[in-house]
């Protein structure tokens, strides 16, 4: 396969240094796969992006539990882990399960043996900062009988390169206060995930259990594969679901999703009104956006000074 086109999009602005570096492995003529994992590999390693890798948040029991995905979208190569302690970058340890021919989505402690008889590094993931979180979650909801579960920060980030090669990653600690072993969208193919290199890739982040509900990256996927554009494709599969939802349970959990096509178009879609996505193609330069939904259409903008000052200030301000 031949392109002229690369691309590497995410969902949230928490991956945009990751992206530009993956960008310039890009231009470099540095495979899809490889500009993946490094840009993914960033984002677990930075203590204060809370629902990544290290500093991710625990589990209702104070556990750090970590799920992971890898897709090849040219050999449809797909490996997973999911609930796993201490796993220092769950990404790579998908990708390499990918590679396997068999027991290639792995969970809990079989997965963290295998992960560190491999050789991949074991740290313990759990912050001072994490526990913070934790300890005024407890207090502000679970002991006063509230729930827990809001927000929502997961990365997942697909990659077009110059050899035509689609892949996708994602990898997070899943719902804040979850139950230990509950698992997400995040691992699971087609939710989370989806990569085929002859039409583009897609991924989600928002409420697991209703992103499941939807197939929701395979969905848009399938639905470039017939002709829309990433953002119709975006746009209408986040509507549709959404309306399902809403129809069976008067409510829907939040849907966001980012894809690429072969050509380097993207496309970014939700129903909520904080999502950001960081993007930076041949065609169009390192960009970080701020979504808005305007009926039925997402709408973008690039972030300004101001909001960005303001994230910084509020991932990083003292825990009260
Ligand atoms: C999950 N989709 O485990 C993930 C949550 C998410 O930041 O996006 N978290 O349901």
Known sequence: MDNKNWGIIATWRMAFDGITEGATMLQDNKSAT??????????????????????????????????????DGTTMALGAIASVKDVANPILVAEKLSRERFNS????????????????????????????????????????GLSPYT?????????????????VGTSTSGLFMKRPGRVGDS?????????????????????????????ISYEIVRRMGEGMTPQQ???????????????RYGRAGDLSVVC??????????TNIDSFSFSVETSKHPATIYV??????????????????????????????
Not at 48 to 67: C, F, H, I, M, R
Not at 106 to 135: C, D, N, P, S
Not at 233 to 247: G, H
Not at 293 to 312: C, F, I, M, N, V
């Open 151 to 167: 927000g929502h920060d997961t990365v997942g980030i697909a990659a077009l390169d110059l050899d035509g090669n689609i892949s």
């Open 34 to 71: 490889d500009a993946v994992l490094t840009a993914v590999t960033r984002v677990e390693d930075y203590p204060y992006y809370k629902s990544v890798g290290y500093g991710g948040l625990p589990n209702e029991k104070g556990v750090v539990e970590l799920d992971a995905a890898f897709m």
């Open 291 to 320: 979504c808005e939904r305007k009926g039925s259409e997402t709408h973008y903008s690039p972030a300004t000074q101001e909001w960005l000052d303001a994230y910084q200030a509020r991932i990083t301000a003292p825990i009260e």
């Open 260 to 269: 690429i096509n072969k050509d380097g178009d993207f496309g970014a879609a």
């Open 105 to 144: 989505f792995m969970v809990g402690e079989g997965a963290e043996q295998w992960a560190f008889e491999q050789g991949f590094e074991k740290k313990e993931m759990l912050t001072e900062r994490a526990q913070q979180h934790y300890i005024k979650r407890c207090r502000e909801t679970l002991y006063r």
């Open 187 to 215: 691992p699971v193919s087609g939710s989370g995930y989806y990569a085929d290199s002859d039409i583009g890739a897609a991924t989600a982040t928002g409420l697991g259990e209703d992103l499941m509900k939807g197939c």
């Open 233 to 247: 494709a975006a746009d209408s599969t986040v509507n549709d679901l959404e309306k399902k939802l809403i129809a």
